[in-house]
Nanobody, 115 residues
Framework: QVQLVESGGGLVQAGGSLRLSCAASGSIFSLYTMGWYRQAPGKERELVADITKSGDTNYADSVKGRFTISRDNAKNSVALQMNSLKPEDTAVYYC?????????WGQGTQVTVSS
C-alpha cells in the first residue's frame, strides 16, 4: 500500500518562494508519474505539474516558468520549487502518484500567498 507524505506548505508574501516535497512509502516499486495538483476554494482540482520516471514534465500554463518539478527515483520522492508566488497560487496542494492503473493521493498541504 502506497502512502504519500507532503511537506513544505505555508504562508508567504507575493513574490516569495516555497518548496514542496512528497515522499512515497509503503511500496517497493517506483511510481511511474509523480506530481502535484491544487484546489482553491470554489474551484476544481487542477494539475500543477507532473513528472515521469524518465524525466518528462508537464506544467500548467499558469505556473510555467515559475515552478520547477523534480524527482528522485531512488527515494520515490518528488519536489516542487515554487518561485515568484502570486496570490492566485493560494490553494491546497496535493501530491499524486501513479503506478499502472493505480492512483495515489496525499493528504494535501496548504499554500497561502498574501498580497
Amino acid at each position: 500500500q502506497v502512502q504519500l507524505v507532503e511537506s513544505g506548505g505555508g504562508l508567504v508574501q507575493a513574490g516569495g518562494s516555497l518548496r514542496l516535497s512528497c515522499a512515497a512509502s509503503g511500496s517497493i516499486f517506483s511510481l511511474y508519474t509523480m506530481g502535484w495538483y491544487r484546489q482553491a476554494p470554489g474551484k476544481e482540482r487542477e494539475l500543477v505539474a507532473d513528472i515521469t520516471k524518465s524525466g518528462d514534465t508537464n506544467y500548467a500554463d499558469s505556473v510555467k516558468g515559475r515552478f520547477t518539478i523534480s524527482r528522485d527515483n531512488a527515494k520515490n520522492s518528488v519536489a516542487l520549487q515554487m518561485n515568484s508566488l502570486k496570490p492566485e497560487d493560494t490553494a491546497v496542494y496535493y501530491c499524486r502518484g501513479t503506478w499502472g492503473l493505480y492512483v495515489y493521493w496525499g493528504q494535501g498541504t496548504q499554500v497561502t500567498v498574501s498580497s
